[in-house]
Structures are given as C-alpha cells and as structure tokens.
C-alpha cells in the first residue's frame, strides 16, 4: 500500500509519479501551478472519523465496514446539511440539480 510521504517534494518526484503510473494509481493532489487539492476528500474523512470512527468500537472489518456503510448511506448522504452545497443534504441537491 502507498503511503502519503511528509514532505511534499518526495510526493511531486518523478520517481513517485512513476511508481504511482506502474501501479495504476493517481496522485491525490495536483500539480504545481494547479490549485485544485482535495480538501473535500479530507473534510469527509476528518468528518466521517470524528462522528463515528472514535465514537464507536468495532470487532472485527465486517463490523466496521457495516458501520461505516449505515453512516454514509443512512445519515451522511442524507440529511446530513453540507457547506459545499449551500447548507442541503446531498439527497436534497441532487433533486434541485435533476
């Protein structure tokens, strides 16, 4: 498994890249000089492991696949108000989009 290295310059090197491209996988962020990053990705995990990861102890990956699955389908895509999307559900934005 790939890990994020410390520092940023070991992440943007060629030699990453390259081991990335062997193994079919993308960098999760971009370029120098693209101001794109994956803040959204972050905030869900920051999110997604504070509401329920350290509330909740699991025995075994099956019961926390379980867990993990019931907060995003039940509770994260749902109701759950989000800022990206001006204070509405997820469920909510796509009916206003449709």
Same mark, same amino acid.
């Given at each position: 498994?790939?890990?994020?290295?410390?520092?940023?310059?070991?992440?943007?090197?060629?030699?990453?890249?390259?081991?990335?491209?062997?193994?079919?996988?993308?960098?999760?962020?971009?370029?120098?000089?693209?101001?794109?990053?994956?803040?959204?990705?972050?905030?869900?995990?920051?999110?997604?492991?504070?509401? @329920?990861?350290?509330?909740?102890?699991? /025995?075994?990956? !099956? =019961?926390?696949? %379980?867990?993990?699955?019931?907060?995003?389908?039940?509770?994260?895509?749902?109701?759950? @108000?989000?800022?990206?999307?001006?204070? /509405?559900?997820? !469920? =909510?934005?796509? %009916?206003?989009?449709?």
């Amino acid at each position: 498994m790939l890990r994020r290295p410390i520092e940023p310059k070991q992440y943007l090197s060629a030699s990453y890249q390259h081991l990335l491209d062997a193994h079919g996988a993308l960098c999760s962020i971009s370029r120098p000089g693209n101001c794109l990053d994956n803040a959204v990705a972050e905030s869900f995990f920051h999110t997604l492991k504070t509401e @329920l990861v350290y509330q909740q102890f699991c /025995r075994t990956r !099956e =019961e926390a696949r %379980r867990a993990i699955f019931e907060y995003v389908e039940g509770f994260y895509d749902r109701p759950r @108000l989000h800022s990206t999307l001006d204070y /509405r559900s997820p !469920e =909510e934005y796509e %009916r206003s989009v449709a």
